[in-house]
C-alpha cells in the first residue's frame, strides 16, 4: 500500500505564509512527479505547482512569484512554501505523486487534502 499525507494547513491573514509537506510512505521503489493541487469551493481542481525528480518545476499564473515547491527525494517529500498569500488562495491543497511501487506497477496517488484558510 502507498499513502500520502500532508501536514501544514491552516489559518492565516493575508499577506502571510504557511508551508505544506506531504510524505509519501508504503512500498515504493521510486517517486517520480509530485505535485500540489487545490480546490476552491464551488470550483474545479487545480494544479498549483508541479516538480519532477530532477527539480525541475513549473507554477499556476497565479502564485508564481508567491509559492515555492521543493522535494527531499530521500524521503519521498514535497513541500510548499506559500507566502504572501491572498484570501483567493483559500482551497483544500492536495498533494499528488506519480510512482512506482515495489511491485513495479506505476500509478498515481493522492493525498487526503488539507485546509489552508486565508482571511482577508
Known amino acids: 500500500q502507498v499513502q500520502l499525507v500532508e501536514s501544514g494547513g491552516g489559518l492565516v491573514q493575508a499577506g502571510g505564509s504557511l508551508r505544506l509537506s506531504c510524505a509519501a510512505s508504503?512500498?515504493?521503489?521510486?517517486?517520480?512527479?509530485m505535485g500540489w493541487y487545490r480546490q476552491a469551493p464551488g470550483k474545479q481542481r487545480e494544479l498549483v505547482a508541479h516538480?519532477?525528480?530532477?527539480?525541475?518545476?513549473n507554477y499556476a499564473d497565479s502564485v508564481k512569484g508567491r509559492f515555492t515547491i521543493s522535494r527531499d527525494n530521500a524521503w519521498n517529500m514535497v513541500n510548499l512554501q506559500m507566502d504572501s498569500l491572498k484570501p483567493e488562495d483559500t482551497a483544500v491543497y492536495y498533494c499528488?505523486?506519480?510512482?512506482?511501487?515495489?511491485?513495479?506497477?506505476?500509478?498515481?496517488?493522492w493525498g487526503q487534502g488539507t485546509q489552508v484558510t486565508v482571511s482577508s
Open positions: 516538480i519532477t525528480r530532477s527539480g525541475m518545476t
Open positions: 499528488n505523486a506519480d510512482l512506482r511501487k515495489s511491485d513495479l506497477t506505476l500509478g498515481t496517488y
Open positions: 508504503g512500498r515504493i521503489f521510486s517517486v517520480n512527479d
